[in-house]
C-alpha cells in the first residue's frame, strides 16, 4: 500500500532555516506530482508549494515564494521543501500529498494520498 511519510519538522527561530522532507512507501509515487500544504492553528489548511512527477515544473504560494524550495530525489522516491528565512506566520503542520496527475499548476487539485504531517514551529 502506497504511504507518505514526512519528517524534518521541528522548533527554529524566526529567520532560520528547516528542511522538509516527505518519502514514499512505493516508486509509483514518482510519476505524480506531490504538494506540500500547511494547516496553521485555527486556520484552513493552504498549499505551499508543488512539483511535478518529473521535477519539471514548480509552483508556489505568494506568501512563500523566493523562500521556500520544492524539489525530489525519484532514486529515494522523496520530495523536499527547504525553507529559509522562517517566520512565525509559517507554524503549522506541513503535509505532503500525491496528486492523481503528473502536473497540475493548481497545487490544491487532485490530490488523493496524504501523509501524517510534521510539525513546524516558528518562534519570533
Known amino acids: 500500500q502506497l504511504q507518505l511519510v514526512e519528517s524534518g519538522g521541528g522548533l527554529v527561530q524566526a529567520g532560520g532555516s528547516l528542511r522538509l522532507s516527505c518519502v514514499a512507501s512505493?516508486?509509483?509515487?514518482?510519476?505524480?506530482?506531490i504538494t506540500w500544504s500547511r494547516q496553521a492553528p485555527g486556520k484552513d489548511r493552504e498549499w505551499v508549494s508543488c512539483?511535478?512527477?518529473?521535477?519539471?515544473?514548480?509552483n508556489y504560494a505568494d506568501s512563500v515564494k523566493d523562500r521556500f524550495t520544492i524539489s525530489r530525489d525519484h532514486s529515494k522516491n522523496a520530495v523536499y521543501l527547504q525553507m529559509d528565512n522562517l517566520n512565525p506566520e509559517d507554524t503549522g503542520v506541513y503535509y505532503c500529498?500525491?496528486?492523481?496527475?503528473?502536473?497540475?499548476?493548481?497545487?490544491?487539485?487532485?490530490?488523493?494520498?496524504w501523509g501524517q504531517g510534521t510539525q513546524v514551529t516558528v518562534s519570533s
Open positions: 500529498a500525491l496528486s492523481s496527475a503528473p502536473w497540475y499548476p493548481d497545487c490544491g487539485s487532485y490530490l488523493r494520498l
Open positions: 512505493k516508486s509509483s509515487s514518482n510519476y505524480y506530482a
Open positions: 512539483i511535478s512527477g518529473s521535477g519539471g515544473s514548480t
